[in-house]
């Protein structure tokens, strides 16, 4: 009797420490009771009902990421292509994760394809290529509009490769080296343009300053030359003056003028017309030379 005692003490014991659970951070337990439905445990101590309560779902409310293998999807000018999403997503409510679809991540998944499709079949190759962004947000605001009822909320979806044909691929490297070699040219063009603009500005500019320079010189040197006349000019008006405040007689007058005519003939003049004056003075000096000669003579 004692043992049965013992015994039913020891299962009791187990049933109530079975009976405890401690649900971690960041994680959610569904329990039902009897096939039902009962709660939702939260962070923290809970207690069931020993063979009555049961926890039937464990949820993780982490956020999760899905990358998804290439789906192929045909542009809305039927080129064919393929394109891998990656899609990040959290539970929200346990309960409706719990018992709102069969295989949540399997119904993900093709729920993304289908969209992923539709999509894609209203743009263009080109479109595809350059409008990802748009792309991402139609699909995570499609999806989040979806899973709702599951218990899901999609955070974001990302296109994380477009894989085109092999043959547009190619296409589109010749395409894009054309272009780079068309940019390459033009700015070679508008470097040889550049260069010859700044060389002809450049002799324009030498031009000018050569003659800017030859003008300054110019003007230097009828500045000196000028200065040089008017003290040629100062000279002999200095002279004159100094001349008449001298009060030379008629014979001194006669006699520089004697002396000027012989400059002027300097030997190099073939006919020099004298005036009667002067030879009048000739003459007398000529007289007075020969009657020294003859009394130094005797």
């Not at 691929?169 to 343009?193: D, N």
Request: zero cysteines; hydrophobic letters at 45%; charged letters at 30%.
């Amino acid at each position: 009797m004692n043992n049965i005692v013992s015994i039913l003490i020891l299962l009791l014991i187990i049933l109530i420490v079975t009976s405890i659970r401690i649900v971690p951070q960041a994680n959610a337990y569904v329990v039902e009771r009897l096939g039902t439905f009962r709660e939702t445990w939260d962070v923290g101590l809970h207690f069931k009902i020993p063979l009555i309560d049961k926890i039937a779902s464990k949820v993780s409310l982490k956020e999760r990421v899905i990358d998804f293998d290439p789906q192929p999807v045909i542009t809305k000018d039927n080129v064919t292509m393929q394109i891998d999403t990656v899609v990040y997503y959290q539970i929200t409510d346990p309960k409706l994760y719990a018992y709102g679809v069969e295989n949540p991540l399997s119904a993900i998944e093709n729920l993304t394809a289908t969209t992923l499709r539709n999509i894609i079949g209203d743009l263009e190759l080109d479109e595809t290529l350059t409008s990802r962004d748009v792309i991402n947000t139609k699909m995570r605001s499609i999806l989040d509009e979806a899973t709702d009822k599951w218990g899901i909320k999609v955070n974001r979806v990302e296109v994380k490769n477009i894989l085109p044909p092999e043959d547009i691929q190619e296409a589109m490297e010749k395409q894009m080296r054309a272009e780079r070699e068309r940019r390459e040219s033009i700015l070679r063009a508008e470097g040889e343009k550049r260069a010859a603009i700044l060389i002809a500005e450049g002799k324009k500019e030498a031009v000018i300053l050569e003659a800017e320079a030859q003008k300054e010189s110019a003007v230097k040197e009828a500045e000196g030359q000028a200065e040089a006349i008017l003290k040629v000019q100062q000279a002999t008006a200095e002279g004159l003056k100094m001349l008449k405040g001298a009060a030379p007689d008629e014979a001194v007058i006669s006699l520089k003028s004697l002396e000027a005519f012989a400059k002027i003939a300097d030997g190099k003049a073939t006919k020099i017309i004298i005036p009667s004056e002067i030879q009048g003075l000739a003459g007398l000096a000529t007289s007075i030379s020969e009657i020294l000669k003859r009394n130094v003579e005797v």
